[in-house]
């Protein structure tokens, strides 16, 4: 495992779980939804990467709003760690227990509530995988607003309490504007119904943005009113090929002026990126031979007419071509072509994790110096690491990962501070969509100030959301993650 997990101590004032609380749960839940069984337990204290490992000797698997209450209010009066799981794609050490937490999951609460064809107003539960999401309201003629490598395994919850950004983040925006509600089940048990199905509600503060992006630190997100948009009928993608950086970021400015209202993604990735999937991943080839590009950038467009949005691209991409911000490029033929594209770029984070370890810094940065830190960083590793950059380059969102073979900690001290005092002198965010998780939650202040973090603190709002029925504080986000109280 990563030798980069934070080291903790584990809050000693939590109490260990006992033979009792494991019969209370039964009485709660029923026998098989108490997971004690070791391989089960194996896979829910390991993160996707396998570079987090807790050690929780319990999984809860509640199926109603109701169990939540029960299991948080039960857990809050005992003083027991819990952890908030969903889909365990997380990409920073949140998902999983850094010590025996009680592990929650409640992927068995996976119905659609409703859905408003008129609308496209989407009611559902938390536990709902977002590639089946997806599949319900194609056939309703409607797209969710989101879209992720993790598609097949993430929740819906876990993307709320993530804020996921994704791939269609450049043309639907972030969770904050998509999700019109939200119910919760804070640490004492108390469900907020905040499930509201409006575009507009001015009545008082907006309290379910507080969830989205929380990490399951204020409670548990159980239910979601999602705004999906329609969907449309023609849709284009074009893998291109360009000499530098620079003139990936003009092709974004033009991609923005001349493409405007049909640019559904713009997506890049660097030559290294590009090897790895190619190293890493069966059946991947590169659509564009002869592979000696540095850089190679995604386009795609959602429109309603197919001539219309096809000649728009082939002109766009004609005009690049010619004022050579484009080297070379190639348009999907069909559904399969196109699924192939996307399938390099989504294939990134796992050719990584089949190389070794990985080292994963997820910025938001200026496009203009963003890949000066990629070459920074190459310069500082040598030969030591592989560095990769690529990512959501239409939202100014960096993926710089570090390969090696395995975790070294001269290698970590190399990048870090680096990497987040690099990221801090250009204002940018040390985390632009995974979050903090374990990884981040003592750097929060490269991207925040002192004051505005105690003012997370201390905010009495905040307090009472925790629950705080006992004297525990907020400032156990930054020791134990997001153990929610
Ligand atoms: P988990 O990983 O299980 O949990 C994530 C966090 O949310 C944890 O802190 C957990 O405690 C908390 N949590 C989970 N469910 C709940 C709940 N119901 N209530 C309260 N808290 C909860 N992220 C992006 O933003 N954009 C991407 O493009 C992207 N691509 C990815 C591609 C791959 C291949 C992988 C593996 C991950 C990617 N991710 C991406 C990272 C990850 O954030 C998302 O996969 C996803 O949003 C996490 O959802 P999950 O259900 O797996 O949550
Ligand atoms: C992506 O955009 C994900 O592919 C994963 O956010 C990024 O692996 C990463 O660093
Ligand atoms: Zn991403």
Redesign the pocket.
């Known amino acids: 495992f990563g030798s980069t997990a934070t080291k903790i101590q584990r809050n000693p004032s939590y109490s260990a779980l006992t033979s009792d609380d494991i019969n209370h749960f039964k009485e709660i839940l029923g026998e098989k939804n108490v997971i004690q069984d070791e391989d089960r337990l194996l896979t829910a204290n390991v993160d996707w990467m396998r570079k987090y490992k807790g050690s929780s000797r319990l999984l809860l698997q509640p199926r109603s709003t109701e169990e939540v209450s029960q299991i948080l209010k039960y857990c809050n009066s005992r003083c027991l760690a819990v952890v908030p799981q969903g889909g365990n794609t997380g990409l920073v050490g949140g998902s999983v227990p850094v010590f025996d937490e009680v592990i929650i999951n409640i992927g068995s609460m996976n119905n659609i509530i409703s859905f408003d064809k008129v609308s496209g107003i989407l009611v559902c539960e938390a536990g709902c995988i977002l590639e089946n999401l997806d599949s319900f309201v194609v056939n309703q003629g409607f797209i969710m607003p989101l879209d992720?490598?993790a598609k097949g395994s993430c929740q819906i919850g876990g993307n709320v309490s993530t804020n996921a950004?994704?791939?269609r983040f450049v043309r639907y925006g972030s969770l904050h504007g998509n999700i019109l509600g939200l119910e919760a089940v804070l640490a004492n048990g108390t469900v907020l119904d905040m499930l509201a199905t409006l575009r507009k509600d001015n009545t008082g503060y907006d309290l379910k943005q507080l969830f989205i992006g929380s990490e399951g630190s204020l409670g548990i997100v159980t239910k979601v009113s999602i705004l999906t948009p329609p969907k449309l009928s023609s849709v284009n993608i074009a893998f291109l090929a360009c000499k530098d950086y620079s003139s990936c970021q003009k092709l974004l400015l033009e991609a923005k002026r001349k493409l405007g209202e049909v640019l559904s993604a713009f997506e890049f990735l660097d030559n290294q990126s590009m090897d790895m999937v190619l190293t890493h991943l069966e059946g991947v080839r590169n659509p564009l031979p002869p592979s000696t590009y540095d850089f190679y950038v995604l386009i795609e467009t959602m429109g309603s007419d197919e001539s219309y949005d096809r000649e728009k691209l082939e002109a766009f991409l004609l005009r690049s071509m010619e004022g050579g911000l484009i080297s070379d490029g190639v348009v999907a033929q069909d559904i399969n072509q196109a699924s192939s594209f996307w399938h390099i770029r989504e294939g990134i984070a796992e050719a990584l994790m089949k190389a070794g370890a990985v080292y994963k810094y997820?910025l938001s940065l200026p496009v203009e110096k963003m890949y000066n830190l990629v070459e920074e960083m190459r310069l500082r590793l040598g030969q030591s690491a592989k560095v990769l950059g690529y990512?959501?380059l239409g939202d100014a969102?960096l993926?710089l990962n570090i390969s090696t073979p395995q975790y070294d900690d001269t290698v970590l001290a190399q990048i870090e501070p680096f990497v987040y005092e690099w990221t801090s002198k250009q204002r940018g965010s040390i985390s632009?969509?995974?979050g903090l998780g374990l990884m981040k939650a003592n750097e929060i202040h490269y991207s925040k100030s002192p004051e505005t973090v105690n003012a997370f603190l201390t905010n009495p709002f905040v307090i009472l959301l925790l629950g705080l029925a006992n004297d525990h504080s907020m400032g156990e986000l930054g020791n134990d993650h997001e153990d929610i109280f």
Do not use: I, R
């Open positions: 992720l490598g950004g994704g791939l997820d990512g959501h969102n993926h632009a969509e995974h």
